[in-house]
């Protein structure tokens, strides 16, 4: 079995996990960089023990251990694709969904269904609801807003050109 390293990697250089800068599409917070894996592997690779590796990378033993394994099992160290049904709204139905709320903020969850009905995307209310929870758009209240006309504004002006100079306590008296 062959291990896929970078040809042009510095095995001597920091150790930090932190220090890796991944560009692995499918990869979670919580794993490690693929650099640093591949390193866990060379270094396995030319006989160093588990616990020295632990050591020196500054990684728990049981991840140099599922690293290595996987590493025998599979003959690599990438993330392999992951289990689990594709998400129901593709790519382009969630972006029209953020779209069309983002234009008209008051629209409903059921008009949103019929939306998708008529675009040929079929969802359920929660299916809808949690593809905008993924976009950072949720259900609020929206703030009151003042219904002031003109005269409003102008008598509100007014009051406070007049009542400019007055004391605290006649203030707090007004308030």
Same mark, same amino acid.
């Given at each position: ?6 040809? &042009? ?12 800068? !991944? ?23 030319? &006989?160093?023990?588990?616990? *020295? ?8 033993? !049981?991840?140099?251990?599922? #690293? #290595?394994? *996987? ?5 690599? %160290? ?5 289990? &689990?049904?594709?998400? *129901?709204?593709?790519?382009? &139905? ?33 299916? #809808? !609801? ?11 209240? %929206? ?18 050109? %007049?009542?400019?100079?007055? !004391?605290? %306590?006649?203030?707090?008296? #007004?308030?």
């Amino acid at each position: 079995m062959a291990v896929v390293v970078n040809p &042009g990697l510095d095995r001597s250089g920091p150790t930090v996990n932190s220090a890796c800068q !991944s560009t692995d599409q499918a990869m979670k917070s919580k794993e490690l960089c693929v650099d640093l894996r591949d390193r866990i592997v060379w270094r396995h690779r030319s &006989g160093e023990g588990y616990r *020295k590796l632990s050591a020196t990378l500054k990684v728990p033993v !049981s991840t140099v251990d599922s #690293i #290595i394994h *996987k590493w025998k099992k599979f003959g690599t %160290t990438r993330t392999r694709p992951r289990a &689990g049904r594709p998400a *129901k709204p593709s790519d382009r &139905g969630r972006r029209t969904l953020v779209r069309e709320v983002t234009e008209n903020p008051m629209v409903t969850l059921k008009e949103l269904q019929h939306f998708s009905v008529e675009r040929g995307e079929p969802s359920k209310r929660t299916t #809808i !609801s949690a593809a905008l929870h993924q976009s950072g758009l949720y259900g609020r209240v %929206t703030r009151r807003k003042p219904l002031l006309s003109k005269r409003h504004m102008t008598a509100h002006l007014e009051f406070a050109k %007049t009542h400019l100079k007055d !004391s605290q %306590t006649m203030r707090n008296k #007004i308030l």
